[in-house]
């Protein structure tokens, strides 16, 4: 039964009522609304009624709880994105605990550290990832609940997905509710002076993002195609997003350009989010007569391409951008069909933003600065991050999130992303952390020191380059290097291209001049590993 407890709100009118942002009161109030309402299709062509959602919700909570998940614990999830990633992100949340995604492609190092950093003692994992954790440090993991078979022999009390669950008579109510500041998860994002940093997100949070003050053109009659994975804050943020709508999501569980415009006829999406190079992939494919035959309103294009227009033209969609990240909540956003291509849109309302030096002092109009952001609502972006104070206080310093990226303004309020003040590279739509690639790419016998950059790709955003230097004597195979490096790393993290160098250039307090490396980019001695023949996938679960 829905949560007595619930029904008194508070006093602050900026911060949205628990029942309109936590998870748990979205559930149960929309089931009782909109019972026989469709909330999520399926590529099989299953669905689900939102009777039939929290009816699910509710029994794996039940049985979560029976295994001692509590209010505040932290649950971490690894698998693919499905019917079973839904239901754990919604039921993890049911109970008031932390739901903490882990990239599909971890291994290694990059695993041991989300592990340790989550403080999670129980994992909820595709079987086909378990042997992974064989030969690591598993932190406090003392639990595994499987999806499919597991063939990794591991000392680990385990337990199969599908008999996790319970009455909703066994579920024990809510000491005292839920409120919008509670963390509802934990998103790891890419590090780049250290490693990937835990992002702690509030319901509050996750409903600024893409909530009605933000996304104000998606309503309850949209139906928005889910093509990004559960750890992503895209494919988390939109199904819940869409439940705080009242909408629907269809949930494409690996993006195919071949099959895209069958799938969104079919499950007869309205809105699609195009990412990287998605919308790229599309306007190469030949054009058909019926291209404009397609039931969707709109498409938010990140970033905006020069081709926006003949998108818009060739499949009749209105055409958004924003600029967003993970830690703040859709600052920027366009108006539809954005004459000015390559801005990111305006700054929308309830958001200040301002563009500053290296000493938080505003630039002039026109001018190249940081991005700091922060918000009139409390809550309304990230928390921090977690256990990591010190980057705590170097992005939140001066009352403002610093985003670490840096853009431009003209004199008609458009904002324009010019680069990134970090070393973060953006590799199809995935962050990647340089820092973490160097640190494996070091881990060779054969490599002193290593710097990793982004070097543009020909359809968009960044491809990976390693500039290395060699062990005094050393010779390396760049065969057997991209080999070691695929071992240990996820596979959009593996450089495209190696460079070897006798040493790295350097200042003057031996810190690596990454900008003269990117500024010489591809030169005739770059090996290319895709040329090489080595093109490297995700696996699929």
Known sequence: MPDVNAEAGHSDPRVPDR???????????????????????????GSWTYAELRALVVAKAAGLQKLGVERGDHVAAWMPDGRDALIAFFAVNYLGAVFVPFNTAYRGAILEHVLANSDAALL??????????????????????????????????MFDFADVSGAESDLRPLDTPLEPWDNQAIIYTSGTTGPSKGVLSSYCHLYT????????????????LVNMPIFHIGGLGLPYIMLAHGGSIALMENFSTATFWNFVRRTECTSIFLLGVMATFLMKQPPH??????????????????????????????????????????????????????????????????????????????AIGEMIVRT??????????????????????????????????????????????????????????????????????????AAVIGVPSEYSEDEVMAVIALVEGATIDMTELSSFMA??????????????????????TNKVQKAQLRSQGITADTWDREVSGIKLKRERL
């Open 289 to 366: 007569e019926d291209d404009q035959d397609n039931p969707v309103r709109l498409a938010f294009m990140v970033p905006l391409t020069s081709g926006a227009d003949s998108f818009r033209d060739r499949f009749d969609i209105d055409v958004y951008t924003i600029f967003n990240m993970t830690e703040v909540s859709s600052p920027i956003v366009s108006e539809a069909n954005p004459a000015k291509i390559g801005t990111c849109g305006k700054v929308r309302p309830g958001v200040d933003v301002r563009l500053v030096d290296q000493n938080d002092c505003e630039v002039p109009l026109g």
């Open 209 to 224: 993002n893409c909530g009605p003050d933000s996304w104000h053109f998606v309503n309850g009659g949209d139906r928005f």
């Open 124 to 157: 909820i994992a595709h079987g086909g990832l378990i042997d992974r954790l064989v030969g690591i440090d598993t932190a406090a993991i003392s639990r595994i609940i499987s999806i499919g078979e597991v063939s990794a022999d591991l000392a680990f009390e």
């Open 376 to 449: 009139d609502r409390p809550w309304g972006m990230n928390s921090g991050y977690y256990k990591n104070p010190e980057a705590t206080a170097e992005a939140w310093h001066n009352g403002w999130f610093h985003t670490g990226d840096a853009f431009r303004r003209d004199e008609d309020g458009f904002f324009y992303f010019v680069d990134r003040v970090k070393d973060a590279i953006r590799r199809r739509g995935e962050n990647i952390s340089s820092f973490e690639v160097e640190s494996q790419v070091i881990a060779h016998a054969a490599v002193r020191e």
């Open 487 to 508: 071992d240990k790393l996820p596979y959009f993290m593996v450089p495209r291209y190696v460079r070897v160098l006798e040493d790295l250039p350097k200042t003057p």
């Open 19 to 45: 029942r309109i942002c936590v998870t748990r009161y979205l559930i149960d109030d929309s089931a009782a609304a909109q019972p026989d309402e469709t909330f999520a299709v399926f590529e099989d062509g």
